[in-house]
């Protein structure tokens, strides 16, 4: 025998993705470049960050992730694999467990040994 159940609704938010990281620059120490950025203003909860390299003269046309995800919501990075006399262009991601945000803005620096 049927019975009539009602369910009543819920004042639970809904999970936000993360908003944009800013600020990030990049500055060369020794053979490496190290990376750092403030985290969202606005959106959910981060969990992580992907970060984006793209090395244009070597033919790069796109980005392509050096960091899939963090693991952390720290805000700096050291890149050991930056290569000598190469422009690099970086953006990162806010990764959050109700998804991904928009990438920062590029920063980009030429590396010299």
């Known amino acids: 025998m049927p019975t009539n159940t009602s369910v009543s609704p819920t004042n639970t938010p809904i999970p936000l993705q993360p908003g944009r990281a800013h600020s990030l620059s990049a500055q060369q120490s020794g053979d490496a470049v190290n990376l750092s950025w403030s985290a969202p203003d606005d959106?959910?909860?981060?969990s992580g960050y992907?970060?984006?390299r793209r090395l244009p003269?070597?033919?790069e046309k796109a980005l392509i992730a050096l960091v899939d995800n963090t693991g952390s919501a720290a805000t700096s990075y050291t890149d050991s694999s930056a290569e000598d006399r190469q422009k690099h262009i970086y953006r990162v991601q806010a990764l959050g467990p109700s998804g991904e945000g928009q990438n920062s803005k590029p920063a980009e620096i030429l590396v010299r040994r």
């Open 57 to 59: 003269k070597k033919g």
């Open 50 to 52: 992907r970060i984006w």
């Open 43 to 46: 959106g959910g909860q981060v």
